[in-house]
């Protein structure tokens, strides 16, 4: 079953242009919301997370917004880049040292 | 650069040989994990150690073994490779007091190839 779902599977856009991904789960006990950039043959990196008292948080060009109640999280990145051309994973963690990764989204930024 | 290392980048075995992949961390945290990442999905828990207490996933074949003789290296082994086994194997740690969930950070992972 998976615990956190991420849509689109892959995404193309424009350089200067706005990608948003979105991820949604079900378990209310998840309280930290990372999101992972990983390029081809590296690990993955720790871009950006969020908790859910809050909902925004911005990071340069990085945004996630979250929204408890529907329980759904995106992230926005402003003003892509041919450089942020990478596969991004969404994830959710309650505590129990064991991060739900989303199936990770391909994002092309063409020039 | 405080950092996860892993050993060596790319490693290929021949079916049935056992192998020995290495991770070491210098971030000093007590948590550390390994992943096995298949091609376009994403990163799937195989064990985790909290400092030396051991935490299989339930679905982690009895073929993948791991090893923790101190805080900073921990060795993930493969009895008996398949053709399977062939993916990205990921370390991984973080910190945690039993607080909320603190952040993981990835090693650059080793390539495994079977033959």
């Known amino acids: 079953q998976q615990q956190v779902k991420q849509s689109p599977q892959s995404l193309i856009v424009q350089k200067g242009g706005i990608s948003i991904i979105n991820c949604a789960y079900e378990?209310?006990?998840?309280?930290?919301f990372p999101w992972y950039q990983q390029f081809p043959g590296k690990g993955p990196a720790l871009l950006i997370a969020?908790?859910?008292?809050?909902s925004e948080k911005k990071e340069g060009r990085f945004t996630i917004s979250f929204n408890k109640s529907a329980k759904q999280f995106s992230l926005h990145i402003m003003d892509s880049q041919p450089g942020d051309s990478a596969t991004y994973f969404c994830?959710?963690?309650?505590?129990?040292?064991?991060?739900?990764f989303g199936k990770g989204n391909q994002v092309v930024v063409i020039p | 650069d405080a950092m996860v290392i892993q050993n060596p980048r790319y490693q290929v075995t021949q079916f049935g040989k056992p192998v020995t992949l290495s991770c070491s961390q210098t971030?000093?945290?007590?948590?550390m994990y390994w992943y096995q990442q298949k091609s376009s999905q994403a990163p799937k828990l195989l064990f985790h150690?909290?400092?030396?207490?051991?935490?299989n996933e339930a679905d982690t074949p009895d073929n993948f073994q791991s090893r923790r003789p101190n805080t900073s290296f921990c060795f993930l082994d493969i009895r008996s490779p398949g053709l399977g086994d062939a993916a990205m194997y990921l370390c991984?740690?973080?910190?945690?007091?039993?607080?909320?969930?603190?952040?993981?950070?990835f090693g650059p992972g080793t390539r495994l190839t079977v033959t």
């Open positions: 150690y909290y400092d030396k207490d051991f935490n």
């Open positions: 971030l000093n945290h007590n948590v």
């Open positions: 378990n209310t006990a998840f309280d930290y």
């Open positions: 994830a959710a963690s309650g505590g129990n040292n064991r991060l739900a």
């Open positions: 991984a740690t973080s910190t945690q007091g039993g607080g909320p969930s603190y952040e993981q950070y």
């Open positions: 969020i908790r859910p008292d809050v």
